[in-house]
């Protein structure tokens, strides 16, 4: 099992950029996909960015392609997403998981392990 825990959320202005961390511990951190999901008040949980075990690939959904940028130190066994040209829309509570699996997913039905999640604010 792995445990997650998000950190660098806070309130922002429309147009500023943050960088989210997600620490783990237990099984090898490489063993596992990594995803940053968001959900808004009132909202489902939606799907931000994943990266592959070795961090050789990414996916990432429509609404932040081209802003955000996933990525992973195996070596810290920290995950990261930067997140560049907020907007306000973009506020939400954004959780980092853990996918045990051969392929990546888009769906938060396919991850395992989640953080207890950090709140990002974009003011207009």
């Known amino acids: 099992q792995v445990q997650l825990e998000e950190s660098g959320g806070g309130l922002v202005q429309a147009g500023a950029s943050v960088s989210l961390s997600c620490a783990a511990s237990?099984?090898?951190?490489?063993?596992?996909?990594m995803g940053w999901f968001r959900q808004a008040p009132g909202k489902e949980r939606d799907f931000v960015a994943t990266?592959?075990?070795?961090?050789?690939?990414?996916w990432y959904s429509d609404s932040v392609k081209g802003r955000f940028t996933i990525s992973r130190d195996n070596t810290k066994n920290t995950v990261y997403l930067q997140m560049n040209s907020l907007k306000p829309e973009d506020t939400a509570v954004y959780y980092c998981?853990?996918?045990?699996?051969?392929?990546?997913?888009?769906?938060?039905?396919?991850?395992?392990?989640w953080g207890q999640g950090t709140q990002v604010t974009v003011s207009s």
């Open positions: 237990g099984r090898t951190f490489s063993n596992y996909f």
């Open positions: 990266i592959s075990k070795g961090g050789g690939s990414t």
């Open positions: 998981a853990a996918r045990d699996s051969r392929w990546y997913s888009i769906d938060r039905k396919g991850y395992s392990y």
